[in-house]
């Protein structure tokens, strides 16, 4: 708020984070509780940063005593029941994007004098292991000092604790002795409730100095080569991470977009990015570089090992890469393609190897072929699923659908490199998640009686530090789906490993339970259905797609998720036409544009549980300023 | 510095500038009845640009209220409140609330600075960043009042004298010298002065690009708008 008095009027006098995980699936609940102390009524917003891998399932406010409660409803049938919200465009939307990992849930209410609001809001995600961790990010950016504030995080991983850290990025070194672990075999705990004096920013303030992310490290114990089979009320998961194999080589083309648009920064960063990653290529690893713009520059004719010679030469091309010309995408792809079947025909790779594609671009087709369905139609049929493609888009103004759909259609995944100081970091960091691969081809059978409904249970590689879920319904005996088999390609040839764990172990697992929730292993399992679902509508046919999404919609009103084809329809207690806002889910291609310096404003300005006063009234300002 | 003045009741808004040489201190607001001063110092650009004119702003605000006991001092680099024997100071990049029984501040990091004396008047600084580089600029600041209807009739300063009834007339609008910006003549205090239809920004919300305010513009220095000559304002101490 630019009114300090507001702040005082409005006193936030609970705020709790709460976070149940079990098995990576986590719940978080954010409760706060706020009075108006003025006479007047006061206008009351809440803000609150959740994950984009998250899906908001549950929100209330409890006003003067009643609770108006969010509804999950059909995106199409949402906005026309309440077409006069919609009609307002953005204004009516509570869900915006908020940098590059969270979404922003705002509502606000208007609150009577010296009355009460308590906001609760409820979101899931499945933890994803990435680099050999699992990340519970919680942004916490409270606009004022709070009575009660207390963020709890309570973990259970039945396959036993390796290890878990927690930090946050505001917690100066008097606040790091205030967050408080306990790890035991299977179960973690980590809270932090600073006092009132703890989270003044000076002796006199009233703003907080809590602000910023709380960050939550950990990893399992994978003791079992097949992976942890849990089941429970009916529904099972299967987590495979295997370790201590030997890492496959890869044989990857690098394609990199340099063309006018990329000029001044991106190319730099590009650049630099590039030299970073040629230094860590392994040299059991086969490499090349193809540079595009109005016509496509290959390096080396052919894909080359990865020698110390080749690296330095490669390093000094990439330094003699500048901006110029147009985009010519298509040609580059499947000049990449074309080169990889190349040493496949030639057998120039090594055994057991595997082969990927990895583009850099920020633009649009234009040069060449230039029409996108085209373009995606003749990178599928060249690849023709031999070798995932992964797409890389620099900046705000990409079109992200157009790579993603490509990159989703190729067994790979596309990722927006967000256009800041780190870009160069963000793109190395991709790089690594791929860099060791283990396995490829790796396929997980279940008996065929024992269970249904399952989601994904083949994939092309599988990377060191990530890992594999498989969920699905029991449908015979629940002993039958621990009899499970793993067959995939590894560095030394067929792997076949076969579930060992006994049936008596499964007993104590679930039996503590006030650290789960019950329905974990269902919800669990509907979430990632549905985010497979939701994927293959970028890619699959209409047919498809159709039945992809109407089984996706099905689920999300069956369990309450807001995802992109749900809405919340928020109902205020305000009888007013805008009275009635809609939280939607953004996919990552509707979240583009950079924040505006408005936006940014907020942003900075917006706690997880923020606060203000909104004046309705404007009066004249007399002012004096700069020309 | 540009002087925006809105006239509520006749929706319109008159603006004028006031160009003096850097180091000038102006008395910007003086209400006798609550005790409440407000100067504001000049500073001009970092070197000048042989072909254009010589650009002015505020560079440094002094604040008082002698009834509270508060001294306000702010410039482009730091905040100093002296509240009785107390002192304490802050910077522009820290955020700060702060509420004392009659007083209450807040600083928005890098962006603005508000404050509020008990239930009256609401003032807030703008800080303009420029780039550290710039050959010509360097950061400076804007002044602006909230509620000013809240300070006594008996208010005047540069600013201060328009806080209260102000009407005009304006009639006999032709071409100007920029087609795009006609000219007036304009009855104000008695007087009849030539104005020029332009506009001004107002930098509180979009403190890049400000927003534009469709404005009468008054000549040389608001001559004949103020009351007396703009020099008749300078003051020999910030407080």
Redesign the interface.
Known sequence: ?????A??DIEIYSLKVDCKVTSRFARSVITSRVVNRANVSREVFFDVDLPKTAFITNFSMVIDGLTYVGVVKEKAAAKKQYQQAVSQGQTAGLVKASGRKMEKFTVSVNIAATKKVTFELTYEELLKRNQGQYELLIRVKPK?IVQHFEINVDIYEPQGIRFLDAHGTFVTNDLTQLIEKTVTETKGHVSFSPTVDQQR??P????STIDGDFVINYDVNWDTPAGDIQILNGYFVHYFAPTNLKRLPKNVVFVIDQSTSMMGTRIKQTKEAMLAILADIHPDDHFSIISFDSTVTKWKPSIIEATAENIEAAKQYVNSLYARGWTNINDALLEAISMLDEAMKQHTLTEHSISLIILLSDGDPTKGETNRAQIQSNVKNGIGGKYPLYCLGFGYDLDYSFIEKMALENHGVARRIYEDSDSALQMQGFYDEVASPLLSQIELKYPENGVADLTERSFQQYYNGSEIVVAGRVTGNELDAYNMEVIAKGAEGDLFLKNQRKEQDQEKTFEDPQYIFGEYTERLWAYLTIQQLLSKRVSGTPEEKANNTARALELSLKYNFVTPLTSMVVTKPEDTLDSTMLADKLTEAESRGPPQ??QA?RV??SPQSNYHYASRYI????????? | PHFIIPVPKQNDTICFNVDERPGVIFNLVRDPLTGITVNGQTIGDKKIDPNKKLNTYFGRFGIVNEKLGLKLEVTTRSIEITSGKEKMAFTWSDTVSMKQRSFALQINKERNLVVMMGDSVQFVIVLHRVWKDHPFHQDYLGFYTIDSHRLSSKTHGLLGQFYHDLSFEVGEIHQGTDPEKPDAMMMIKGQELTVTRGWQRDYREDIKHGVQVPCWFVHHNGTGLIDGVHSDYIVSGIF
């Not at chain 1, 006199?204 to 703003?207: D, H, P, Y």
């Open positions: 708020s630019s009114d300090p008095q702040v005082f004022q920013s000076c006199l303030c009233q703003t310096d408005g404003h900075s300005s009066p004249p300002v007399t002012s004096v300023d700069g020309d």
